[in-house]
């Protein structure tokens, strides 16, 4: 059975995927992880979880459409061209109405 070691290099920090150990049965597997990513003292603390108990998300609706959140950022400019549009409307508008009261 394969398992999956996390390792914590000091207390504290964050655990990251260390590498995989191929063993028969957990105690096996303790043992193997053990001697790969602890005898060296280079980790103070590991998980070691089965392969099978792992599940994978695949999938992530963009429910709310908030690109701001993403690290390349988002584009604007569709945004800006769509408010000067709108505000150029909205000024059309306002002068088509003042000038319709004038004739009045």
């Known amino acids: ?12 920090q964050p655990f990251a995927h260390a590498g995989s150990v ?3 049965d957990e105690r096996f597997a303790e043992i193997y992880a053990r001697e790969q990513y602890g005898r060296r003292q280079e980790s103070t603390a590991l998980w070691l ?5 792992l599940r994978e998300i ?3 609706p963009d429910e709310f459409d908030l690109k ?3 690290v390349d950022g988002y584009s604007i400019k569709a945004r800006l061209k769509e408010a000067r549009a709108a505000a150029e409307n ?6 088509a109405v003042s000038a319709g009261e004038k004739s009045t």
């Open 1 to 12: 059975m394969i398992y999956e070691v996390f390792r914590q290099e000091r207390k504290g």
């Open 22 to 24: 191929t063993a028969p």
């Open 49 to 53: 979880v089965p392969r099978r108990a």
């Open 58 to 60: 695949d999938e992530f």
């Open 68 to 70: 701001y959140r993403r």
């Open 90 to 95: 909205a000024g059309r508008l306002r002068g």
